[in-house]
T-cell receptor, first 116, second 117 residues
Framework: AQTVTQSQPEMSVQEAETVTLSCTYD???????LFWYKQPPSRQMILVIR??????QNATENRFSVNFQKAAKSFSLKISDSQLGDAAMYFC?????????????FGKGTLLTVNP | DSGVTQTPKHLITATGQRVTLRCSPR?????VYWYQQSLDQGLQFLIQ???????AKGNILERFSAQQFPDLHSELNLSSLELGDSALYFC????????????????FGAGSRLTVL
């Protein structure tokens, strides 16, 4: 079974600085998708960024980018120019490619605090 | 607003009771997923439906059941409730049940907070 590990229960960053959240996963599949979701105090799960495993290029969405290391099964999230609104719980998630369901396997999450 | 609507937002009930959580998927989405988020277990996949049919089952207890109706809304029924069932229950939806389109991601609702006393 696939597993997702987030080794940092909590992280903090100063406003305008850069922070990197770590995620590792375990799978025997060669093709899959990886995601980072954000859960602010409102509890809403918001998709931040996604990466297709067959793509070598790291995904980027504005201030958010990933460092995808397929051989190492590592998928870290970098947040640049951190803003107060980035404070949230961040979840790394995995999904098999293909098949007939979109079951996501989540890590335990990293609570990010942004200090003014 | 994600477009996925969940009701009720909060629910407090007693052990042994039964509750029903409701989810309306985003317009155009045919597949619905239920997830449970608790402090000890984290986010766990419960069950998936596509166009009224069950497609995948995760860590769903036998005391729990779900269905998707012809109008595509879904209900999660939780019975014989225990203290450990207290959690945030999320519904998510997607356009299709399968396929590798990177654009076909899950959209989550705001969740239903269940407290069992």
């Amino acid at each position: 079974a696939q597993t997702v590990t987030q080794s940092q229960p909590e992280m903090s960053v100063q406003e305008a600085e850069t922070v990197t959240l770590s995620c590792t996963y375990d799978t025997s599949e060669s093709d899959y998708y990886l995601f980072w979701y954000k859960q602010p105090p409102s509890r809403q799960m918001i998709l931040v960024i996604r990466q297709e495993a067959y793509k070598q290029q790291n995904a980027t969405e504005n201030r958010f980018s990933v460092n995808f290391q397929k051989a190492a099964k590592s998928f870290s999230l970098k947040i640049s120019d951190s803003q107060l609104g980035d404070a949230a719980m961040y979840f790394c998630a995995y999904r098999d490619s293909g098949g007939s369901n979109y079951k996501l396997t989540f890590g335990k999450g990293t609570l990010l605090t942004v200090n003014p | 607003d994600s477009g996925v609507t969940q009701t009720p937002k909060h629910l407090i009930t007693a052990t042994g009771q039964r509750v029903t959580l409701r989810c309306s998927p985003r317009s155009g989405d045919l597949s619905v997923y239920w997830y449970q988020q608790s402090l000890d277990q984290g986010l766990q996949f419960l069950i998936q439906y596509y166009n009224g049919e069950e497609r995948a089952k995760g860590n769903i207890l036998e005391r729990f059941s779900a269905q998707q109706f012809p109008d595509l809304h879904s209900e999660l029924n939780l019975s014989s409730l225990e203290l450990g069932d207290s959690a945030l229950y999320f519904c998510a939806s997607s356009v299709a049940p399968g396929g590798d389109s990177g654009a076909n991601v899950l959209t989550f609702g705001a969740g239903s907070r269940l407290t069992v006393l």
